[in-house]
């Protein structure tokens, strides 16, 4: 894919997220392909990733749900974009409150479509901009710690010596 035809998939997929339009949403994802969400784990396949977009993702953010991409960059199947996006949470725990993030978002792509995705999010500030009490947000950031670490990436990443990836290329 060059860059022009990432962009194009990133209208799509912003458009169709705003909207949360799951169909749509999951449109641009290969038939097995994987959404990987800090929040809500992870989604494969069409069906499965649509259902995250409608009927949890949109059910938590409204309709007021924005999502824009920035800086997108592509070479061939991997691709990169930062984005910002905002909320005003419709979680009864804590409605109307509005939530402001920023991401970075990682897209292997297969025929023209998403196989993989996945985001560097800072959600504990997301937490702290709804209100979660801090006993909570410790106990969530520290879930997301432990994933992180049990990630094949990492444990490949830690599994090397400091240095080693100068001799792979």
């Given at each position: 894919?060059?860059?022009?035809?990432?962009?194009?998939?990133?209208?799509?997929?912003?458009?169709?997220?705003?909207?949360?339009?799951?169909?749509?949403?999951?449109?641009?994802?290969?038939?097995?392909?994987?959404?990987?969400?800090?929040?809500?784990?992870?989604?494969?396949?069409?069906?499965?990733?649509?259902?995250?977009?409608?009927?949890?993702?949109h059910r938590?953010?409204?309709?007021?749900?924005?999502?824009?991409?920035?800086?997108?960059?592509?070479?061939?199947?991997?691709?990169?974009?930062w984005s910002?996006?905002?909320?005003?949470?419709?979680?009864?725990?804590?409605?109307?409150?509005?939530?402001?993030?920023?991401?970075?978002?990682?897209?292997?792509?297969?025929?023209?479509?998403?196989?993989?995705?996945?985001?560097?999010?800072?959600?504990?500030?997301?937490?702290?901009?709804?209100?979660?009490?801090?006993?909570?947000?410790?106990?969530?950031?520290?879930?997301?710690?432990?994933?992180?670490?049990?990630?094949?990436?990492?444990?490949?990443?830690?599994?090397?010596?400091?240095?080693?990836?100068?001799?792979?290329?």
């Open positions: 894919m060059n860059l022009a035809e990432f962009k194009l998939l990133l209208a799509r997929f912003s458009s169709a997220a705003e909207a949360g339009d799951g169909t749509a949403f999951a449109a641009c994802f290969t038939e097995d392909g994987i959404y990987h969400d800090y929040i809500y784990g992870d989604h494969q396949g069409r069906d499965d990733i649509a259902h995250m977009m409608s009927h949890q993702f938590d953010a409204g309709e007021g749900y924005r999502w824009e991409m920035f800086d997108p960059m592509c070479d061939g199947d991997l691709a990169y974009a910002l996006s905002t909320f005003i949470s419709t979680v009864p725990e804590f409605a109307g409150q509005r939530v402001v993030i920023d991401g970075m978002s990682r897209f292997e792509l297969k025929d023209g479509l998403i196989k993989d995705y996945r985001e560097s999010v800072n959600g504990g500030v997301a937490m702290a901009q709804l209100g979660v009490q801090p006993e909570r947000l410790a106990k969530v950031c520290a879930k997301w710690g432990r994933m992180l670490v049990e990630q094949p990436e990492t444990q490949a990443f830690l599994a090397r010596d400091k240095g080693s990836w100068k001799d792979a290329g």
